[in-house]
């Protein structure tokens, strides 16, 4: 399996539902694949994070810049 293919199927491999055969190469592939670790647990991690739904504060500074882009853009956009 290559990463192009890992990352396609990642969706149903996080949730579940997925080919015992597919599982055993993603797993292989992982278990050698540092880059590909990584977005696996950021995206089991997320999903953690998501399902507790324990609300996160930004930083001030942060969320100040966050809301600045986003005017920026929905101003472009509605041109």
């Not at 670790?37 to 930083?59: F, S």
């Amino acid at each position: 399996m290559t990463c192009d293919e890992l990352l396609a199927m990642l969706n149903e491999y996080v949730d579940g539902p997925v080919d015992p055969g597919v599982c055993q190469e993603f797993e292989r592939h992982l278990a050698g694949c540092n880059p590909c670790q990584v977005v696996v647990d950021n995206i089991r991690k997320t999903i953690t994070l998501y399902k507790e739904g324990q609300p996160y504060e930004l930083p001030g500074t942060f969320r100040d810049r966050l809301h600045s882009e986003l005017r920026a853009k929905w101003k472009e956009q509605a041109r």
